[in-house]
């Protein structure tokens, strides 16, 4: 069964340090979303995708991050400067169409920010 | 503001031991509303999308219900393995993101 794929499972690094988490969505998938969710509190929308640009972005998605899809398969976040509130799990979502249809959601990237 | 209550936060089964989960919504307009699974460490998992009031979705030992402002997960005769945290989302009209209630976290106990 397709599923979505995201990479690296944990990463660690240092205040004000870069970092770019990967996602392969299903491979037939239009529209892209990425959510966080910080320990013991609510998954939380950052942006959608679609074609080749942002469709819609919440209030947590500012400068200091990014998304692009490099290629036909990648979809990435980045965050130019982590500062220790971007600690959370990132997961990555994608479906067929927009709208009503079902995100299907990859198992996460753990990301603590030291 | 586009909002999800659920409730109990944690809850405590005996397996086969039947019960419901709450989520409580307020939203401008309902596209959908959508349960997933979420089992520790891991992504959320897809279960259902119901669309209008008085709709129901069942799946093996869980059935999903839905009304103007509540929805309901019904475990029936829970097994260990059913132990996770259940998360309802909403999705408001004129928007593709999901906006997520706290889960309700269920143990169910041999």
């Known amino acids: 069964e397709p599923e979505v794929t995201q990479t690296p499972s944990h990463q660690v690094t240092q205040m004000g340090q870069e970092v770019i988490l990967r996602c392969v969505p299903i491979?037939?998938?239009?529209?892209f979303y990425w959510y966080r969710q910080i320990l013991g509190q609510k998954v939380e929308f950052l942006v959608s995708?679609?074609?080749?640009?942002?469709?819609?972005k919440s209030e947590i998605f500012d400068d200091q991050f990014s998304v692009e899809r490099p290629d036909g398969s990648n979809f990435t976040l980045k965050i130019r400067s982590t500062k220790l509130e971007d600690s959370a799990m990132y997961f990555c979502?994608?479906?067929?169409?927009?709208?009503?249809?079902?995100?299907?959601f990859g198992p996460g990237t753990r990301l603590l920010v030291l | 503001e586009d909002q999800v209550t659920q409730s109990p936060e944690a809850l405590r089964l005996q397996e086969g031991e039947s019960s419901s989960l709450n989520c409580s919504y307020t939203?401008?307009?309902?596209?959908?509303l959508f349960w997933y699974r979420q089992d520790p460490g891991k992504g959320p998992e897809f279960l259902f999308t119901?669309?209008?009031a008085g709709e129901e979705k069942e799946k093996e030992r869980l059935k999903a219900t839905l009304t103007k402002k509540e929805s309901f997960l019904h475990i029936t005769a829970p097994k260990p393995e059913d132990s996770a945290t259940y998360l309802c989302?909403?999705?408001?009209?004129?928007?593709?993101?999901?906006?997520f209630g706290t889960g309700t976290r269920l143990q169910v106990f041999p």
């Open positions: 979502a994608s479906t067929s169409g927009g709208g009503i249809e079902t995100q299907y």
């Open positions: 491979s037939n998938h239009l529209y």
């Open positions: 995708f679609y074609n080749n640009e942002i469709s819609e």
């Open positions: 939203v401008s307009g309902l596209r959908g």
């Open positions: 119901l669309y209008s």
């Open positions: 989302a909403v999705q408001p009209y004129n928007t593709d993101k999901l906006i």
